[in-house]
């Protein structure tokens, strides 16, 4: 990121581009620690640009009535490869790798097709001129056996070689096993029953009063964001950004209100049955979306436009969840960027 870009509105679409790999292994990022919530004061809740409307009954149902996440995606009529990157939870440059080997960017998705969900951390390499299985293992530091031991990059052992792959097709790098994980449900079960005193662990209380420029006065179906972030809720970080969690995990009582992080159009709100529960989606049209998951409630529909500030749904422990709180992603242009460098301090 170049710093914040959304004072210059551009109504681009924020699926314009199918964006390639970048071609690096972003570094893992440590585990966010935490102590016991009883142990730091929770910040008020943050001030608001425009008044917060009251909570309605709509997308109130309750949890029970959903069915289970599944672990493949069925492709819907409409379906783009940026819409089937938001309801599965990977980046729009790595959905060639959700696909087939031999993916090209003008061929359509099949209505019907099930998708398998790819392993968390995942990498997608498009292969270059020159390069070999023996190259491309070296470049991700991995061992050129997974990759073709992997049955979906259909390679066999004869392409460890020093034969050129074919330039243009597609090779999923899968992180190694415990690779930047530190099993979340365990580790936070853990974190919470240790005495307060125990050192080193830090809570990082987050939400409450945020910097930001004076509001200015826009049309009610101005769909444009400003590019300045709040925090969508109050509560402690239990997970930050690395590279198998691209997101915020912020805990917080059931119920606590969740809001816009920026104004914008709401284009998902309701059940995803792939892992995120009760979520809604919201594209602020300067080419970041925002996602809140595990929601208990979800108080807007499809198509609102909702202003910085307004309650969009409440904490919950829907869909994969080990426990109360919101899932918070931001992406750039489709790919999942570490929200601490949008949001206002």
């Known amino acids: 990121m170049n710093g914040l870009r959304g004072m210059a509105l551009r109504a681009l679409p924020a699926c314009v581009f199918l964006l390639l790999t970048r071609g690096s292994v972003q570094p893992l990022l440590a585990q966010t620690q935490i102590v016991s919530p009883e142990a730091v004061t929770t910040p008020a809740a943050a001030a608001t640009w425009l008044p917060t409307p009251t909570p309605d009954a709509r997308a109130t149902a309750p949890a029970a009535a959903y069915l289970p996440a599944t672990s493949s995606y069925v492709v819907q009529a409409g379906d783009t490869l940026w819409s089937v990157s938001l309801e599965i939870g990977v980046d729009l440059e790595t959905m060639p790798c959700v696909i087939s080997p031999a993916f090209r960017t003008d061929q359509a998705l099949v209505i019907g097709d099930a998708l398998a969900l790819p392993p968390s951390g995942m990498i997608c390499h498009q292969v270059e001129a020159g ?29 460890i070689s020093e034969t050129q792959l074919e330039a243009g097709r597609y090779v ?17 079960a853990y974190m919470l029953s240790q005495p307060v005193e125990v050192a080193p662990f830090v809570a990082y209380a987050v939400g409450g009063p945020q910097t930001a420029p004076a509001p200015v006065a826009v049309p009610a179906n101005w769909p444009y964001g400003s590019g300045y972030f709040n925090w969508p809720t109050t ?7 690395r590279q198998d969690h ?5 805990a917080a009582p059931l119920g606590t209100l969740v809001t816009a992080a920026d104004r914008g159009v709401v284009v998902r709100a309701g059940w995803n049955q792939q892992g995120y529960g009760l979520f809604v989606v919201i594209d602020h049209n300067i080419d970041y979306l925002t996602l809140y998951s595990h929601l208990q ?21 829907t869909g994969n969840s080990t426990g109360p709180h919101l ?10 960027i570490n929200p601490l460098e949008v949001l206002l301090r």
Do not use: C, K, M
């Open 327 to 336: 899932h918070f992603e931001v992406r750039d242009f489709g790919s999942r």
């Open 235 to 241: 509560g402690w970080v239990s997970q930050g950004y």
């Open 297 to 317: 409630d979800v108080y807007v529909n499809e198509g609102d436009i909702v202003a910085q500030g307004q309650a969009i749904g409440a904490v919950g422990s």
């Open 172 to 188: 999923r790098i899968l992180p190694r096993a415990g690779a930047g994980q530190d099993g979340q449900g365990g580790f936070l």
């Open 246 to 250: 691209r997101a915020l995990d912020i």
């Open 131 to 159: 390069e070999t299985l023996e190259s491309i293992a070296a470049r991700y530091s991995v061992d050129a056996g997974d990759l073709s031991g992997d049955g979906w990059n259909r390679l066999d052992a004869a392409a």
